[in-house]
């Protein structure tokens, strides 16, 4: 199935959580803070929360992909 | 004639990396020269590219990626690169690159120029870690009898990375070799060439650029009389632990487990092998003639990883043992995510706890959440090799898990450790 995905560098990504807050249908955190990332493609209705999520991180972690496949 | 086989190959016709002549004149008599310079109309790359395909041969860093298909992507990349022979080895348990190099540097730089050849690469940078001096030196003299006699047409020149675990790791590699930082990079897509500068970085394991110098000048025939028709050739696998002679043997791919530990004469009733690395598999009584090649060791949930086999004797505690293994592996974190930073350590400290008989079901609970939690949330594979070793901890010594999860510890657990570290590891 085609669609956006949400990619998290985790060498950039400073644990500030936000992402999590703005859209926890896809991004929950584990214990310490780190966003854990639903690997399938976005609902369409969220690509527009993902892009303010991404726009918004601090650390400009948080990037979106059109993806074929896996 | 068998596509490129070279006319004056070896004297015997049979692949083994081990054994050659250390020195350029015994190299040239055994081997004959190199003859890259042939074929500008590209028939003699074609030939190698032919034989690589023909002969299976994966990459033996831990990748087992085959080698025909990086250097197909290799040589579309586009010229003027940089061969990266990788003998970073940051394994504690292995010693197979080291050994090679030592004793037999010409193939392992015979196999980087035909790799600059085929790609039109321009340098070569051979990557020997801090603290492996003799290896180095032996490279070195190499390297100057070689130029001293003409022999090699691109440049080959020994840099000493710092001898971390995870500066081996190829992204690292390269951040290293371009700015001094020996720490892995995030890579969207690992397929894509790595690059220094504008020019592509071609990393290779020692041991599969000393199989392709011999594959080069062979043809795949003798390389394939080798180990299993689906795992053709021959793999270096370091052996360490509860073992009566340590080292390094070249085995046919193929061999169950079981008969490449018997070499090393283990001293005492085995209770499971470590097989790949720090960040590889145990692998319990049931799975010990399991094949040695990636399709069987796979089905069991291993890999051969950086060709190591630690043997673990009944008199050492499985969980104190992987307890110390998951602490390195924290240690050696490059600290750069989260998952990692965190997640190692705390991870290490719930095996540490359940080794003592400190843990208890509610831990165990945990330490699997925690599990899923970190695997393949790095930038590199580190993290997931740790996940990897934990797991096959709990599963392989359950019956320990058990037992130490009610506070009835073994009593071996207090035993010195049988395996290798660079440095003491608490428990």
């Known amino acids: 199935m085609s669609g956006m995905r949400i990619r998290i560098d985790p060498v950039a990504c400073e644990a500030y959580g936000y992402c999590a807050e703005l859209l926890p249908e896809a991004i929950s955190l584990d214990e310490w803070g780190y966003p854990i990332v639903d690997d399938r493609p976005l609902h369409p209705e969220l690509v527009a929360l993902a892009k303010r999520a991404a726009r918004d991180c601090p650390k400009r972690a948080i990037s979106l992909r059109e993806k074929a496949s896996g | ?427």
């Not at chain 2, 085929?118 to 001096?133: F, T």
């Not at chain 2, 969207?188 to 020692?206: C, E, F, M, S, Y």
């Not at chain 2, 299993?228 to 360490?240: A, D």
């Not at chain 2, 990636?294 to 630690?310: K, M, Q, W, Y």
Request: proline letters at 8%.
């Open chain 2, 1 to 427: 004639m068998t596509p490129g086989v070279n006319p004056v190959g070896a004297v015997d016709n049979v692949h083994r990396l081990l054994g050659h002549p250390s020195d350029l004149k015994g190299h040239l008599d055994a081997h004959g020269p190199l003859n890259v310079a042939h074929g500008r109309d590209g028939s003699w790359q074609q030939d190698l590219v032919t034989s690589l395909e023909a002969s299976g041969l994966t990459g033996r860093g831990g990748g087992a990626f085959p080698a025909a298909i990086k250097l197909a992507l290799a040589q579309s990349a586009g010229p003027g690169g940089t061969v990266v022979v990788n003998a970073m080895e940051g394994e504690p348990a292995s010693d197979k690159d080291a050994l090679l190099l030592t004793r037999t540097p010409h193939l392992a730089l015979d196999g980087a120029q035909y790799v600059a050849a085929l790609c039109r690469a321009v340098r070569i940078v051979i990557c020997i870690p801090i603290g492996r001096d003799s290896v180095a030196m032996a490279v070195n003299q190499a390297i100057m009898a070689r130029a001293r006699y003409r022999y090699a047409p691109v440049r080959e020149e020994i840099v000493r990375p710092p001898g971390r675990f995870l500066t081996g790791e190829e992204s690292a590699l390269i951040n290293w070799i371009e700015s001094a930082r020996p720490l892995p990079v995030f890579r969207p897509d690992k397929g894509a060439p790595l690059r220094i500068g504008r020019r592509q970085a071609l990393v290779h394991n020692a041991e599969t650029l000393a199989h392709i110098a011999l594959i080069a000048r062979n043809g795949a025939g003798p390389f394939r009389a080798r180990g299993m028709t689906e795992e053709p050739g021959t793999s270096l696998v370091t052996i360490s632990g509860d073992v009566k002679y340590p080292g390094v043997v070249e085995i046919d791919r193929g061999t169950p487990l079981w008969d490449i530990a018997v070499r090393s004469q283990p001293v005492e009733p085995v209770q499971a092998l470590l097989v790949g690395g720090y960040g590889g598999t145990w692998v319990g009584p049931a799975h010990l003639g399991t094949p040695y090649a990636p399709i069987p060791l796979r089905t069991i949930g291993a890999a051969a990883g950086a060709g190591v086999i630690v043997v673990l004797g009944k008199t050492s505690c499985g969980l104190a043992e992987s307890a110390r293994i998951a602490r390195f592996l924290a240690d050696q974190s490059a600290g750069q995510c989260g998952p990692c930073v965190y997640g190692l350590p705390a991870i290490a400290d719930d095996v540490a706890k359940l080794a003592r008989g400190e843990g208890s079901g509610e831990d165990i609970v945990r330490l699997h959440h925690r599990l899923d939690q970190v695997d393949g949330r790095g930038a590199c594979r580190h993290p997931d090799g740790a996940v990897s070793l934990v797991r096959s901890a709990l599963a392989v010594f359950s019956s320990d898990v058990a037992a130490h999860g009610q506070g009835h510890p073994c009593p071996q657990w207090r035993k010195p450790t049988s395996l290798r570290f660079p440095r003491p590891v608490r428990l």
